[in-house]
């Protein structure tokens, strides 16, 4: 091969391989993934690593004060669990409050979406108002709602006046976890709120516009436009509201700070309680560890039937 030959031949392939970068380069598929790099290595850093390091301890005998020394023991802890009565009540706790408290602040969230959405004078104030919960310490408005639901104040006479009864509801074991749901939907319906009225905004007028020349009523408007097209965003809230309902500890050690964890009388436990009185408290982490990845398996399995739910739906 002549010069002249082998020099074209270096030059045309030095010209597909710099076009071929600078493709990949100019890619949005790239740069997306430059962005989100640094939240993946973070999470994987804190949050996959230590599920993969749970997960095999989950088969083992391991002290939380002697990790070196930890035996491995197959599938014991979870025969263990599957067999303590202890940990069905504190997952039904959990579903009880998953189920009480993500209709109710979801449809809540919702109202108060499309309330602040409207033309109305400072309804900024009114989104700041409602959603200032989200954001505030937990321990806080547990604190504040623990003196508000105390026997002989307003609320409990009010609450009593309906029917329930006149006395401290974190106190009483009939109500400590009623109390925890209130609690939990105080503080996410604000979130919700924000999510929705986000999605309302996305919605096009004309559809509005269109319904109300066909005739179509307030209520038919919101059936068939705006709950259609607010579905992803229902499914998000919902998915996302379980696994925080799921994940409630502030507000039950906030509870129980004069007490053992879950008190009172075990009436608040809850999953991440039972892991953390077995794991961390007891330092039994094998054990503890064994807990986290059957609560995981709970999540995922939970998500599915909510999104097959949602998609049968439509």
């Not at 096009?204 to 059936?223: C, H, M, Q, V």
Request: charged share 15%.
């Amino acid at each position: 091969m002549s010069d002249y030959s082998s020099k074209h031949a270096d030059l045309k392939g030095n010209k597909i391989r710099q076009s071929w970068f600078r493709s990949l380069a100019d890619s949005d598929k790239t740069l997306g993934w430059l962005f989100t790099l640094p939240f993946l290595i973070l999470w994987a850093w804190w949050f996959l690593y230590p599920f993969i390091q749970s997960f095999v301890r989950s088969f083992q005998d391991a002290n939380f004060a002697a990790l070196d020394q930890a035996k491995f023991i197959g599938l014991e802890n979870y025969v263990t669990i599957l067999q303590d009565k202890e940990f069905f009540q504190a997952l039904l706790h959990s579903l009880e409050i998953v189920v009480i408290s993500i209709p109710i602040q979801t449809v809540l969230g919702l109202l108060l979406a499309i309330l602040v959405n409207q033309k109305l004078k400072g309804k900024g104030i009114f989104r700041t108002v409602f959603f200032i919960p989200y954001i505030t310490s937990q321990i806080a408005i547990t604190t504040v709602f623990m003196m508000l639901f105390k026997q002989g104040t307003f609320l409990t006479k009010f609450f009593g006046a309906l029917g329930f009864g006149n006395v401290t509801w974190f106190a009483d074991t009939n109500y400590a976890l009623l109390f925890v749901c209130i609690l939990f939907i105080f503080q996410q319906a604000g979130f919700t709120m924000i999510v929705y009225l986000s999605g309302l905004q996305e919605i096009p007028k004309d559809l509005y516009e269109a319904g109300e020349i066909d005739g179509a009523s307030k209520w038919n408007k919101f059936r068939y436009i705006t709950v259609p097209f607010l579905k992803p965003i229902t499914f998000f809230i919902v998915s996302v509201s379980t696994i925080a309902g799921f994940q409630i500890y502030d507000q039950i050690a906030a509870i129980s700070r004069y007490g053992a964890l879950g008190s009172p009388a075990g009436a608040t436990s809850t999953v991440v309680t039972y892991f953390y009185q077995h794991g961390i408290r007891y330092m039994n982490i094998g054990y503890g560890s064994a807990a986290v990845v059957l609560f995981f398996i709970i999540i995922m399995l939970i998500t599915y039937l909510q999104k097959k739910f949602l998609d049968e739906k439509e």
